[in-house]
């Protein structure tokens, strides 16, 4: 079993006067595939390389299979890195590279061919076994860190950003080869990404952080139908939600001239309440001749089948609809927007945190 758990983890590095990771729970299943985003200095390198034994645990504990890890060196954790930089020998073949940790660690030249290969062939990687990685490309040097991981078949897999390195479409092809091998391994996978599409399409759960806390850790639907709070709603989905301030009314919500109606339950989870942060998500905001909001053009995202219109109401906020116009307006063009239906999410003013269901 290597199922994982966080207890009130910390740490905290020399010199700063803030956590780095600050108390993080966190219960990771056996054979499951948990993605740590965030944006930069959110702290989910640290927490991965607290787990991998790469810096001490300050506070609280970390458990793999039940095995407390605190004070545990990284060598005895049984698990493999996979990092950013592919760190691969130049004068060894993609053999050698793959295998030479088990050499270090004393395996049979036999058992070491036999894990090479499959590791090889999981990764597509059988023709190349011969070569230098100066005669790979990038996408193919990656393959090759990883094999080296799972040719040590350990418990855990530790991954910091491993696609980094990559352009766009590379990325793309890679991390969707990483998730269906992890799947078909069976072994249990933290990976870390500051890039939200890259953690929404690969994690079985994602973990989102912030400033060292934890902010959500859910499955990617219910990261994107229910986040937490506004911090949250803002990072998850692409384009990101339209989050603006409205008026609290016995109507609805009001944003200048035009009123947003909303159900009965959220009404009432909005007693008391004058004010409140409405979050609306492009797909849900439609070009309309007769839409309560009128708005200015400010910039036309294109992408073929799809644009995204950046639009600037007289209440002086941006929003930001889709539309499935081939020839949608152009810049400094009238509009009027509408909201074409579905979650009307809330969050409190002040706290940040979602309000209802």
């Known amino acids: 079993m290597a199922a994982i758990s966080y207890r009130n983890a910390s740490c905290i590095y020399a010199g700063s006067d803030s956590l780095a990771v600050d108390a993080l729970n966190l219960d990771i299943e056996d054979g499951e595939f948990v993605v740590l985003v965030g944006p930069s200095g959110s702290g989910k390198s640290t927490a991965l390389r607290m787990l ?38 130049p004068n060894k073949t993609v053999a050698e590279n793959m295998g030479f940790a088990l050499k270090m660690r004393g395996v049979a030249a036999d058992e070491r061919r036999r894990r090479v290969e499959r590791a090889a062939e999981l990764l597509d990687l059988t023709d190349f076994l011969d070569r ?27 991954m910091d950003e491993p696609l980094s390195n990559l352009d766009a479409k590379l990325r793309v092809q890679t991390r969707t080869q990483i998730a269906a091998l992890q799947r078909r391994l069976g072994t249990t996978t933290v990976y870390v990404t500051h890039d939200q599409v890259e953690a929404m399409t690969m994690g079985d759960r994602v973990a989102v952080l912030r400033d060292g806390t934890l902010q959500q850790f859910a499955t990617p639907a219910e ?9 949250v709603a803002g990072f998850i989905g692409s384009p990101a939600m339209n989050l603006f301030e409205a008026t609290v009314g016995p109507a609805g919500l009001s944003l200048g001239s035009a009123t947003l109606e909303i159900g009965g339950e959220q ?13 609306l998500r492009p797909e849900q905001l439609q070009l309309s001749d007769d839409g309560p ?16 219109v950046h639009a600037r109401t007289e209440a002086g906020t941006t929003l930001v609809a889709r539309s499935l116009d ?32």
Do not use: W
Request: proline letters at 5%; a negative charge; glycine letters at 10%.
């Open 293 to 308: 909001v009128a708005a200015e053009v400010e910039l036309v995202e294109e992408l073929g089948s799809e644009s995204y």
């Open 223 to 231: 990261l994107y139908d229910r986040p937490a709070n506004v911090f």
């Open 267 to 279: 009404r009432a989870a909005l007693q008391g309440l004058e004010r409140v942060t409405v979050g």
């Open 52 to 89: 991998a034994g790469l810096e001490e645990i300050d506070e609280g504990s970390i458990t793999i299979g039940d095995e407390d890890m605190v004070g545990v060196p990284s060598r005895d954790r049984d698990i493999a890195m996979v990092f950013q930089n592919y760190a691969l020998y």
């Open 326 to 357: 081939r020839t949608p307006a152009r810049l400094a063009d009238p509009v009027r927007l509408r909201h074409a239906g579905g979650a009307v999410h809330l969050f409190h003013p002040e706290s940040g945190l979602r309000i209802g269901d």
């Open 132 to 158: 230098k990685p100066a005669k790979l490309s990038g996408g193919q040097r990656q393959r090759v860190a990883m094999g080296r991981a799972i040719v040590r078949e350990p418990r855990v897999f530790c």
